[in-house]
């Protein structure tokens, strides 16, 4: 079992930062994939960003490329999404996912399905 908690979400400005974390529990984090998923109102659940294990290769949403950085720190068992240029339309509530089967392998953790743990999720808000 592993559990996964979110932190980091509020309120911002558009054009602000928000840095979530997601704190992981289990001895085996090093070799789970993970990712982050968002949900607007009325809106399907959709990926964010992927990170796996080992080397930690990230992948991104097109439309956060170049203002959203994942990254995981394995001492800590903690994933990041750090979060620039924020726009009205990144308000969502913001899911820490993890693989721990591997699914997620060859390809770019960008299906819901292929993560097996998932936390309860934070709010972000972007004023304009």
């Known amino acids: 079992q592993v559990q996964l908690v979110e932190s980091g979400g509020g309120l911002v400005q558009a054009g602000g930062s928000l840095t979530l974390s997601c704190a992981a529990s289990g001895r085996r984090f090093s070799t789970y994939a993970m990712g982050w998923f968002r949900q607007a109102p009325e809106k399907e659940r959709e990926f964010v960003a992927s990170?796996?294990?080992?080397?930690?290769?990230?992948y991104y949403l097109h439309s956060v490329k170049g203002r959203f950085t994942m990254s995981r720190d394995n001492a800590k068992n903690t994933v990041y999404l750090q979060m620039n240029s924020l726009k009205p339309e990144d308000t969502a509530v913001y899911y820490c996912?993890?693989?721990?089967?591997?699914?997620?392998?060859?390809?770019?953790?960008?299906?819901?399905?292929?993560?097996?743990?998932w936390g309860q999720g934070t709010q972000v808000t972007v004023s304009s």
């Open positions: 990170i796996g294990w080992g080397p930690g290769v990230t």
């Open positions: 996912a993890a693989d721990t089967n591997l699914s997620t392998r060859g390809g770019l953790g960008e299906r819901a399905d292929e993560y097996d743990y």
